[in-house]
């Protein structure tokens, strides 16, 4: 088993930074693909970013790219997403998880954690 929590979300303006991070335990971090997934109210849950378990490769929504940079600290056993210059759009419920190989469907992973509320005002 895995066990993510989230933190780092809240209320910010349009053009603001917010710095998510998701800390692990349980099983090996270093095993695991991590993914970054947020929640509209109404939409389906999307898949915004995901790295590979050594950090040498990151995976973009097109929503997001040039903005959102995804990261992750095998020592530290975090993943962060830093969320730049954000816009009313990128409101939503944000959830990182977990998987053993790369993917960005949601239903392929297998561990998530509770979500953090980001919400920009324009």
């Known amino acids: 088993q895995v066990q993510l929590v989230e933190s780092g979300g809240g209320l910010v303006q349009a053009g603001e930074s917010l710095r998510l991070s998701c800390v692990a335990s349980?099983?090996?971090?270093?095993?695991?693909?991590m993914g970054w997934f947020r929640q509209a109210p109404g939409k389906e849950r999307e898949f915004v970013a995901g790295i590979t378990w050594g950090g040498r490769y990151t995976y973009y929504a097109e929503s997001v790219k040039g903005r959102f940079t995804i990261s992750r600290s095998n020592i530290k056993n975090t993943a962060y997403l830093q969320m730049n210059s954000l816009k009313p759009e990128d409101t939503a419920v944000y959830s990182c998880?977990?998987?053993?190989?790369?993917?960005?469907?949601?239903?392929?992973?297998?561990?998530w954690g509770q979500g953090t509320q980001v919400t920009v005002s324009s």
């Open positions: 998880a977990a998987r053993l190989g790369y993917s960005t469907s949601d239903y392929e992973y297998d561990y």
């Open positions: 349980g099983r090996t971090f270093t095993n695991y693909f």
